[in-house]
């Protein structure tokens, strides 16, 4: 009765279609470059490939701002390039979820190039319009992306709602049009094959009616609106809607994007028999060094926090729902750079979380580059950077606000999106054989050392640990369905745990410092294991796990019975 699905039992890698892989030498990664380096995925014997958008768009935010939901950008390709490279997965046995960009779309879609026109426009419905107030904005929600969430716009003398940039307007999804054409799209992709979606901000799409104003902090001007219109009142709704109508219709995965959720709201959008979605990535642990100032209030993170909140989202969805695991995306910063040691252990700390996360239950995500042990990048100039969130941020802070320049570069250093957005290092020539021509963005210049050709050739390598990881996972069933409990929970150095599958147990310990560290196991588990399953130094002598010292980001995998 183990309710066996095959996105449960399977290993996801994000593919960032801009920083992937050029195939024409124009500086940005294109379809025709992914299907090149597909039996690179192969070999890595990942089952499902997670491709960030590849839709028409002005790339105001790289994809997530839709300018056509069913063309494919021209920068990446055809659409004859996408049947080839769905063909050429499907042929190695991958399959391909898309993501699904559904809470605002790009200002330059024909929908709000209408919606703007007139308030009797019939288009004018599907976004979120409103009469300004006291002579200012609606309401005073912040973006995402810094300043107001709303845009004043002189045709109608009206403002739009845009969470995200300025050029993302929030589509209204009240109006039951928008959700018949967001249904109509995700059919035709469906209808080609494709096998599942995750859904961009997808706790976002119902607002509270009214909109009405948040508190903002002391001498703010705006304020997070988030309560307003996160996990608002008819998101549930309208997923089952989507579920009824065109999920429940075909074998797919899906996986929604949802900032703000605890387990609680999880059980309500991936809750087993909810008929809503498979799973949805949290965001609490990517949150753990924040400060009270939010994102670029960078503080240092505790193991506790971690241990806490891994083991409730672990524990909480036992039996009830879905988790994903993931520690590195496209807006999150390199996780060995984040939670490891790039300098002195990046091999060591970079296996090491691999271990931890992917022996907890769930399905893992890896994205691209995390396999090589991938770094955070210091551009020494707020110029190189690319990305809107940067340049809004610099522009409030800095050029507006006049803050120190100094002290926000190093916070971009730590947690900007670009960290994870440096093209794909595969070998030790010139663009680390991403492009022939010139990058979209500036190289890691780490590649020399840090690239795919290297880690192919050496059998200790970041990805040959990865590919030992996916194919465990493939043969035992305990990785997939074990239960979870957290053991040693005060240890101020060690994460360890132990999966249990009917009589079969598996202890993991994962070191996460540069020191040794003493392990000491609890009593009532068997002192001697059966096996070592897998460690990220030379195997030991001896079974006994009664206590062990543990060498710097030490990770062990036992089967103890
Ligand atoms: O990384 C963030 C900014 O600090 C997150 O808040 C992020 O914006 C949020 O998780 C939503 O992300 C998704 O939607 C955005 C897009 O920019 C991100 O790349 C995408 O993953 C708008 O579509
Ligand atoms: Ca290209």
């Not at 002579?135 to 995200?164: I, K, R």
């Not at 991403?434 to 963005?441: D, E």
Request: glycine content about 8%.
């Amino acid at each position: 009765n183990l309710d066996r699905k095959w996105w449960k039992e399977a290993v996801v890698y994000q593919v960032y279609p801009r920083s992937f892989m050029d195939a024409n030498g124009d500086g940005v990664g294109d379809l025709k470059g992914i299907t090149a380096r597909l039996d690179y995925l192969k070999e890595l014997g990942v089952d499902v490939v997670w491709l960030s958008p590849i839709y028409q768009s002005p790339n105001d935010d790289n994809g997530y701002d839709i300018s056509n939901y069913r063309n494919i950008m021209s920068e990446f390709g055809t659409m004859a390039d996408f049947d080839e490279m769905l063909a050429e997965m499907h042929k190695r046995g991958i399959k391909l979820v898309m993501d699904l960009v559904v809470n605002h779309s790009s200002d330059e879609h024909p929908w709000f190039i209408e919606s703007r026109k007139s308030k009797d426009n019939p288009y004018r419905d599907y976004y979120i319009w409103r009469p300004g107030k006291d002579g200012g904005e609606p309401n005073n929600w912040v973006s995402f992306f810094s300043g107001s969430a709303w845009q004043y716009d002189e045709a109608t003398d009206e403002y739009y709602l845009h969470l995200f940039s300025k050029k993302q307007p929030d589509l209204n999804w009240e109006n039951k049009e928008v959700r018949d054409e967001v249904f109509d799209l995700m059919t035709f992709w469906l209808d080609k094959g494709i096998d599942g979606f995750r859904m961009d901000v997808i706790n976002c799409v119902s607002k509270v009616e009214g909109l009405p104003d948040a508190t903002p902090a002391p001498h703010e001007k705006y304020a997070w609106g988030g309560e307003f219109f996160t996990n608002g009142p008819k998101v549930h709704d309208w997923l089952k809607e989507m579920n009824n109508r065109v999920l429940s219709r075909y074998d797919i995965m899906t996986v929604g994007e949802t900032g703000g959720v605890t387990t609680s709201d999880a059980k309500l959008y991936a809750g087993y028999n909810r008929g809503e979605l498979n799973m949805v990535f949290q965001f609490e642990h990517t949150d753990v060094d924040a400060g009270p100032g939010g994102k670029w209030d960078v503080v240092p993170w505790k193991l506790s926090d971690l241990k806490s909140i891994m083991s409730r989202w672990q524990n909480d969805l036992y039996e009830k729902a879905w988790n994903s695991l993931y520690l590195n995306n496209h807006d999150q910063p390199r996780s060995v750079s984040r939670f490891g040691d790039d300098k002195n252990y990046r091999v060591e700390s970079a296996k090491m979380l691999a271990t931890f996360l992917h022996l907890q239950q769930g399905t893992p995500f890896i994205y691209q580059g995390e396999e090589l042990g991938m770094t955070n990048v210091a551009f020494s100039s707020v110029d190189d950077y690319k990305d809107v969130e940067i340049h809004n941020l610099w522009r409030e802070r800095i050029v507006e606000g006049g803050g120190d320049p100094v002290s926000l570069l190093h916070a971009i250093h730590a947690k900007g999106r670009d960290n994870a957005r440096t093209p794909m290092q595969w070998d030790a020539s010139e663009n680390a054989g991403f492009t022939r021509g010139t990058p979209w963005i500036r190289m890691n210049p780490n590649y020399v050392a840090i690239n795919a050709e290297a880690a192919l050739k050496d059998p200790t390598s970041v990805f040959h640990y990865y590919k030992k990881l996916v194919d465990l996972r493939h043969h035992h069933l305990i990785m997939v369905y074990g239960k979870y409990d957290l053991i040693l929970p005060e240890h101020p150095q060690i994460y360890a745990y132990t999966r249990t599958l009917g009589d079969e147990i598996w202890l993991v310990i994962c070191n996460f410092y540069g020191d040794p560290a003493h392990f000491e196991l609890p009593a009532g588990l068997p002192t001697t294991a059966r096996e070592l399953i897998l460690s990220n130094y030379d195997a030991r002598d001896s079974l006994l796990v009664s206590e062990l010292s543990l060498r710097p980001y030490e990770a062990l995998v036992y089967k103890l019975s």
